[in-house]
Antibody, heavy 116, light 110 residues
Framework: EVQLVESGGGLVQPGGSLRLSCAAS????????MTWVRQAPGKGLEWVAN????????YYVDSVKGRFTVSRDNAKNSLYLQMNSLRAEDTAVYYC?????????WGQGTLVTVSS | QSALTQPASVSGSPGQSITISCTGT?????????VSWYQQHPDKAPKLILY???TRPSGVSSRFSGSKSGNAASLTISGLQAEDEADYYC??????????FGGGTKLTVL
């Protein structure tokens, strides 16, 4: 059974940093692009970033470029999102999902709240 | 990276059919057939219901169908059922190698 489990969310002050993790199981992690998607409270879905199977290609939505970094450790079947210089508008539930063009499997999400 | 355009809400009665539109540009929907649709119930993770414009993943009802014409895609749900009441999002690959979602459509089953 495919499972994606996010962790690392929490309350952080504006300008602070947070690292999200996504533990994958039930499939060959190193064979898939992986994606981060977020959803602000009461708002729609926003694609944030993705990363190629071997980590050689990474893409970001404009609003997080230069602040967020997506990475992966295929040996640990894990996906990461390092978030720096956090802003109030980054407050959201962050989901990890499998796939590049479409996302068949999703985690349950982890809530990030940026507030003083 | 502007969001794709979807109607904020649609509604229909049980047994009826509804269509949700998703309008993009020549830099996304108009060029790529990588349009996917997601269903999201309150406080749940999104669920993939269509990919590559019109392909249903295993286990998704045949009541869900998709199409594309020019810069726009659409999702049709036939034989509406109460459990179809949810938010629906389209998503497309773009010429910048990024992806973009629509703003979402709230479906109400009357």
């Amino acid at each position: 059974e495919v499972q994606l489990v996010e962790s690392g969310g929490g309350l952080v002050q504006p300008g602070g940093s947070l690292r999200l993790s996504c533990a994958a199981s039930g499939f060959t992690f190193s064979s898939y692009w992986m994606t981060w998607v977020r959803q602000a409270p009461g708002k729609g879905l926003e694609w944030v970033a993705n990363i190629k199977e071997d980590g050689s290609q990474k893409y970001y939505v404009d609003s997080v470029k230069g602040r967020f970094t997506v990475s992966r450790d295929n040996a640990k079947n894990s996906l990461y999102l390092q978030m720096n210089s956090l802003r109030a508008e980054d407050t959201a539930v962050y989901y990890c999902a499998r796939g590049r063009y479409s996302s068949t499997y999703w985690g349950q999400g982890t809530l990030v709240t940026v507030s003083s | 990276q502007s969001a794709l355009t979807q109607p904020a809400s649609v509604s229909g009665s049980p047994g009826q059919s509804i269509t949700i539109s998703c309008t993009g540009t020549s830099s996304d929907i108009g060029t790529f057939d990588y349009v996917s649709w997601y269903q999201q119930h309150p406080d749940k993770a999104p669920k993939l219901i269509l990919y590559d414009v019109s392909t249903r993943p295993s286990g998704v009802s045949s009541r869900f169908s998709g199409s594309k014409s020019g810069n726009a895609a659409s999702l049709t749900i036939s034989g509406l059922q109460a459990e179809d009441e949810a938010d629906y999002y389209c998503r497309s690959f773009t010429s910048s190698n990024t992806l973009v979602f629509g703003g979402g459509t709230k479906l109400t089953v009357l």
